[in-house]
């Protein structure tokens, strides 16, 4: 009989499924340890709370979108090039990492005091990258929009955050085409 041993990640990643799957409050740490194979009390050598695990999960899905906006970000154009970055980065780690990115869109708020306010913060930083790319291209020409870029930033994030609840990287229709066509529909030639 052979036996596998689980690491943190293992566990921090079966998390981020049933939390993705079942919702923070409709998983219990009865459910993660049937999901790897160990007693309840056997997950406690690797995390101390389900809180903690769900704070693991939420800080990577943020760590991911801050990672794609520096990268938008570095490598610089103008406002609607750098937007479009933006739209393209948020797709990937969509795609790349739902789990997490269902964990970290509907389930943070479930995070308690210090937690969320770390999480409110990426959130924020995350969501300043997309007003001002939106108001630089304004600016710069690169986009003819005449929206408050507030307001423009929470109308692309909508989309974009709506992905994890219909889109399916099996379909017919692949991350590019995606791209595309959110693009094409915000800043039609």
């Known amino acids: 009989m052979t036996t596998t041993r689980n690491t943190r990640e293992d566990v921090i990643a079966a998390a981020g499924r049933l939390f993705a799957q079942r919702g923070y409050h409709g998983t219990s740490m009865r459910d993660l340890g049937q999901e790897l ?16 695990l769900l704070v693991e999960v939420v800080e990577k899905g943020a760590r991911l979108f801050a990672e794609s906006a520096e990268a938008a970000r570095a490598a610089g154009g103008t406002g609607g ?10 797709v990937d780690v969509v795609v790349d990492n739902l789990d997490e990115v269902k964990t970290f869109l509907n389930e943070a708020r479930f995070l308690n ?3 969320r306010g770390r999480i409110l913060a990426a959130r ?5 990258e997309f007003r ?27 989309i974009l955050n709506a992905l994890e609840r219909w889109y399916d990287p099996s379909g017919p229709m692949g991350r590019e085409e995606l791209v595309e066509t959110i693009w094409s529909f915000l800043n039609p030639a």
């Open 37 to 52: 194979g160990l007693l309840g009390s056997s997950l406690y050598s690797h995390v101390t709370s389900k809180e903690d």
């Open 81 to 90: 090039e750098r937007l479009r970055r933006l739209i393209a980065g948020h």
């Open 113 to 115: 005091g210090e937690h």
């Open 124 to 128: 924020d930083s995350y969501e300043a």
């Open 132 to 158: 001002d790319a939106i108001r630089q291209g304004i600016q710069d020409g690169s986009l003819r929009w005449r929206t408050d870029p507030k307001m423009a930033g929470i109308f692309v994030l909508s």
